[in-house]
């Protein structure tokens, strides 16, 4: 992966496993698919990044001036508490809907 003039070291070898982890994802979309038959789920990513894709604004608008991703990975428990905080009764819905986090709603319906 080539490096970009302004990116560390760390933030390639982070950028190239976010990129292996998409492809991973992308290519065992069948498997995927029998996993969360059996009631297991994957993320894409991870949680910060999963959520990202549904919620990339509250998250900037949430934590300005800041990586946001990076930020909710540091101190997790923390940072995603003052998130949640943040979300909007639409936001939460986008979440509860969007196919990343199916499990919610599988939850959801067990009860």
Do not use: W
Not at 85 to 97: A, F, G
């Amino acid at each position: 992966m080539k490096m970009n003039e302004d990116e560390t070291v760390d933030e390639v070898k982070e950028r190239t496993l976010k990129i292996n982890k998409v492809q991973i994802y992308e290519s065992e979309i069948a498997t995927i698919e029998l996993l969360k038959q059996e009631g297991i789920y994957l993320s894409k990513i991870d949680l910060e990044n999963d959520l990202s894709e549904v919620i990339a604004e509250r998250m900037e608008e949430a934590f300005p001036n800041k990586e946001a991703i990076i930020f909710l990975q540091k101190k997790k428990l923390i940072n995603m508490i003052e998130l949640i905080k943040k979300l909007s009764d639409e936001d939460c819905k986008n979440i509860y809907n969007h196919e990343l986090f199916m499990v919610l709603r599988r939850l959801v319906e067990q009860q």
